[in-house]
T-cell receptor, first 109, second 112 residues
Framework: QKEVEQDPGPLSVPEGAIVSLNCTYS??????FMWYRQYSRKGPELLMY????GNKEDGRFTAQVDKSSKYISLFIRDSQPSDSATYLC?????????FGTGTSLTVIP | DAGVIQSPRHEVTEMGQEVTLRCKPI?????LFWYRQTMMRGLELLIY????????DSGMPEDRFSAKMPNASFSTLKIQPSEPRDSAVYFC??????????FGDGTRLSIL
């Protein structure tokens, strides 16, 4: 079993839709939970991070962590074509870093 | 603020040649990471340094790969000799201890 599991998609939604991206993990010692956005031919860009269970909101983006279920989500409200990218979840415990394989999202105008 | 800077952005070379990838981390960050990204395997951690010291190189594929960090502002990843299966995008990232990492825009490597 991989430490972090992420559905690769691809996911295609119409502009304005609410998008839900998810990852599951197996290591209960993970301390930091992050979402990165990666545009084509660019490096991953840190979008959001949190270190506790619950929700964290930033504009149209909401990161949710459920440590009891070992499940994290990223919600994008009012999705825009500029949100089209690959989204990677990532987790850290101590010196151990784990990335999901990424979910490819396309927002259709 | 300057982010992580990688060079070159693109490298095309023939099999058997030596390849050197370079990285300048964000000033003040003390951890540096080298990753390789392919469609098949996603993002793979190759090696990381804390305070210029290699901590974990278990992800380095084989002896053809080596990485150095002579000072806090510079690191190299070398492949010698290169092989076609090394073709990938190589990313460098830096962070302050175990805080989230910040990535460069990568080096797209093609070995013919």
């Amino acid at each position: 079993q991989k430490e972090v599991e992420q559905d690769p998609g691809p996911l295609s939604v119409p502009e304005g839709a609410i998008v839900s991206l998810n990852c599951t993990y197996s290591n209960s010692a993970f301390q930091y939970f992050m979402w990165y956005r990666q545009y084509s031919r660019k490096g991953p860009e840190l979008l959001m991070y949190t270190y506790s269970s619950g929700n964290k909101e930033d504009g149209r983006f909401t990161a949710q962590v459920d440590k009891s279920s070992k499940y994290i989500s990223l919600f994008i409200r009012d999705s825009q074509p500029s949100d089209s990218a690959t989204y990677l979840c990532a987790m850290i415990t101590g010196n151990q870093f784990y990335f999901g394989t990424g979910t490819s999202l396309t927002v259709i105008p | 603020d300057a982010g992580v800077i990688q060079s070159p952005r693109h490298e095309v070379t023939e099999m058997g040649q030596e390849v050197t990838l370079r990285c300048k981390p964000i000033s003040g960050h003390n951890s540096l990471f080298w990753y390789r990204q392919t469609m098949m395997r996603g993002l793979e951690l190759l090696i990381y340094f804390n305070n210029n010291v290699p901590i974990d190189d278990s992800g380095m594929p084989e002896d053809r790969f080596s990485a150095k960090m002579p000072n806090a502002s510079f690191s190299t990843l070398k492949i010698q000799p290169s092989e076609p299966r090394d073709s990938a995008v190589y990313f460098c990232a830096s962070s302050l201890w175990d805080q989230p990492q910040h990535f460069g825009d990568g080096t797209r490597l093609s070995i013919l």
